[in-house]
């Protein structure tokens, strides 16, 4: 018998960002015993073109904060969960998949309903069989094409191929410890996020799992309750922290591990982008395994995308 792993820590007090102060590392939420090995991310002010400042963030090869890159969009400050409420009744209260769980590292369990009843339970902080709500990877282009006109294309090189999701939780909801294939930078549009990253080198202690998830590698490791006897190379491993608010723009390098916790319910997207070259060299590996998963010969009971 191992010893047991610490509750997570309590949440922050309300974090709304006025602009006066900035971030710090008291408004995380981690492992207490990984606080003395946290060091924020570095960060800049937006000046000139977003896309600018994402290209140098990309060309050092680690992640980066540009604070109010994005402070400019319409989606910003818009698309909140009562935005998401008061769209019943109309063309764009669409059915979702809500996810129940940590689907990177637990069982996969799903709901569908409309936005509105999503955010109205959200706002009432009623949640389904007990479990909390979470919309995740939402395809903006396919599904909220009215929140796609919100967002311009400033954020990547014009000759990257973009792909662009829409998430929506209460304060609490997790997305586990994973990476991804592609360039990704994530913009809060409501409320607060914190996202702790580590290298690719860090693959062997965040301890892979066989779960899939096109382009991407899940993590059983959380640093939020370490378990000492099975990640216990984690609790001496340096980590990046990065505390986003309205506007914020994280961008991440490809194959960087990170895991998304909400501070502050509200919502966000992501952007993944693909330059050409990338799509040669991943894309065919990625469309094979994707089109085996859809016909249920490759992994189709351990996955994230069907419960």
Partial sequence: MGSASPSPPPLPPNLLWTG????SISHTVIDERLRARMQLCPEEGLEGELRNHV???????APRVIRGGAK????????????????RGTPADVSVDVALSNEECRT????VM???EFAERVAARTPADGKQLYVKQVNVAYTLPDLQRDIPCDVFPELAALTTYFWAGPSGSVTGFHNDD???ALVVLDGAKQVIMLPPSAAPILDVNAKYDSGTLCCDADPLCVDAERHAELLGQSVTVAVLYPGDVLVLPKD??????TLQTGTSVNIFAALPWD???RGPKRWLLQALHAIGLFKRGNCVCHA
């Fill in 279 to 281: 799509l040669l060299m």
């Fill in 114 to 116: 409309l936005l509105s």
């Fill in 20 to 23: 006066t102060h900035a971030p």
């Fill in 55 to 61: 290209a140098r963030a990309l060309g050092a090869g």
């Fill in 108 to 111: 996969t369990m799903k709901v």
């Fill in 256 to 261: 960087w591990f990170h895991h998304v916790y």
């Fill in 72 to 87: 400019h969009w319409p989606a910003v400050g818009r698309w909140t969960i009562p935005f998401l409420a008061a769209l």
């Fill in 182 to 184: 592609e360039d990704n």
